[in-house]
């Protein structure tokens, strides 16, 4: 497969092929990962047309490396983007995107459920620089569109948020910020390419944490941003410069662990909606947040802007947090850990993952309750996960019921 007229369109097959087709050394079928730092010339000239971008090439692996630039492509074609640039985590995507764009005195709108790392970015480090930010009730939309009217560089959002998945109406909000003259950015770490296409629906960049779902192995850290080519050049010319470069043995992982992203996102998909059913009706749950469910408040707008409403759910179980400790040590089938969008089940209460910084009143406020249940579905069989949910669940009710 080595043209590039031949690259077909569904996103179960450029999962596959996108960015695989290039003249490999040794005619190798599968992307090689090439550790050199440096790439050397035969003449003068020819280097130098490779250092002023007039020839294709690499010249220094601070700035581009094969495997990385394939990894690059394969993300680039499933989310339809003209360009994208990889980073070494996703943080690094997100803080180099922020600190490219802004400058000092723009003004940014976002939401009050966005990622952890990207509110300590909002909350601490762009005021430093002059850069305010406004924070939205995360589904407000009337609020965030007063927001973005009283004057914006950015919007930045997130759907659905994490971890109660909210979800908000992309499409709305970002023909609202264009016709204020802002840009907008998506980050599409929960939903992946394929469940939704925020540059189709209007934004200017998608941004991935790509050691989640887009790996799915929970093996190797990257990041990425896709969108318009002038864009990404700047983004590019920052990383460049401060170096959060992605790591070529992390792009091969990444670029082997995509090649299972449709497979593994329709069963993750299925999966989670069953889990979510059956929770719903479990006399220990007490509420389900998964935008699949028809009682999500966000489920007709999810409904719209999804193709499938994504591998986690979570719950809130009666008991409080005592409740929480007794009943994760007795799933068989999950690790308890801060990550989500593995292979293998992954739980956790965002009291001590995403939102651990925070105090018990924070997280209320957040609309984050503390017997809240962060559950990332792996691709293991859904019979198994439910019996395993339904046991420490019981687990829990009995210890309750003793004390
Ligand atoms: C994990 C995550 C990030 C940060 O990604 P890292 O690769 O851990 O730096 C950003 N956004 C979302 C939604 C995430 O889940």
Redesign the pocket.
Known sequence: MNSASRMPARPGTVAVWGGDAGQWPGRATQVPVVHSVSFGYEDVDTWFDVAMGRVPGHIYGRNTNPTVEAFEEKVRLLEGAEAATSFS????A?SNTLFTLLHPGDRVVSIKDS?G??SLLFLEFLPRFNIEVALCETTDHEAIEAEIARGCQLLYL?SPT?PTLKVLDLERLIASAHRHGALVVV?N??ATPINQSPLALGADLVIH????FLGGHADA???VACGSKPLIDQLFHFREVNGATLHPEAAYLLLRGMKTLDLRIQRQNASALAIAQFLEQHAAVAHVYYPGLASHPGHAIAMRQMRGFGGVVSFAIHGGFEAVRTMLPRLRYAHLAAN?GAVETVAGPPRTTSHVELSSDEREALGIPEALIRYSVGIEDVNDLVADLDGALGAAGQAAAAR
């Open positions: 985590t996703g943080m690094a997100i990622y790392g990207t997130e994490n980050d770490t929960f944490s790509a050691t989640k850290l990257g990041g989500l």
